[in-house]
């Protein structure tokens, strides 16, 4: 009862478990998160979602040159020089200082600049949005609360247009090239 046997005698090894094959997961890239250090942020802002590629200067960055993006921007830093994004959406977000041109396809407005902007298709200026310079656009938006100074020019949208023979009615020889529609809201909003 008390006496010992072979086995306990010999010194025990380890058994090795058998290796477990490790599981096989698709490859996922990692998703890049902004962490944020300030302890009250004055202004909270989120990008909206954007297809394809988009780049963005935080609001702890300064730039002082030219900048262009080949997709789509934000900027809510402080920028001084040019920004262009021929063809990409800029959004300027709320703790944006620029005094810059800009040049965009759509151009998103809700800090502050100072410089002409150009946009070929669409300038929506928010509420919380300053801007003095000169704008030349197809489309405007500005939201009641923004402020603006400067001059409006409304150019012909420049997208593919469908042939003029598809729709002989829709042509008017008589229509002054001056005359538009948005002419109206764009001279009210000085």
Known sequence: MWSKRKEDELPQRPE?????PAPSAPAVEPQRRE???????????????VRGGSAA??????????????????IDGEVEGTV???????????????????????????????????????IDIKKEAKLVGDIKTSRIVIEDGAY?????????ATTAA??????????????????SAATPAATGSR
Do not use: W, Y
Request: charged share 20%.
């Open 16 to 20: 090795r478990p058998a290796p477990v």
């Open 35 to 49: 962490i944020n250090t300030m302890s009250s942020p004055t202004r909270t802002f989120e990008p909206e979602p």
């Open 57 to 74: 200067l935080g609001k702890n960055v300064t730039v002082k040159g030219q900048i262009f993006a080949r997709e789509d921007l934000t």
């Open 84 to 122: 262009e994004c021929h063809e990409h959406r800029l959004t300027i977000g709320p703790n944006a200082r620029v005094q810059a041109g800009l040049k965009a396809r759509e151009i998103i407005i809700q800090g502050s600049i100072q410089g002409n902007v150009d946009a070929t298709d669409k």
């Open 148 to 156: 603006f100074k400067g001059s409006i020019d409304i150019s012909k």
């Open 162 to 179: 469908k042939p003029q023979a598809a729709s002989p009615a829709v042509a008017t020889p008589s229509a002054s090239p001056n005359t």
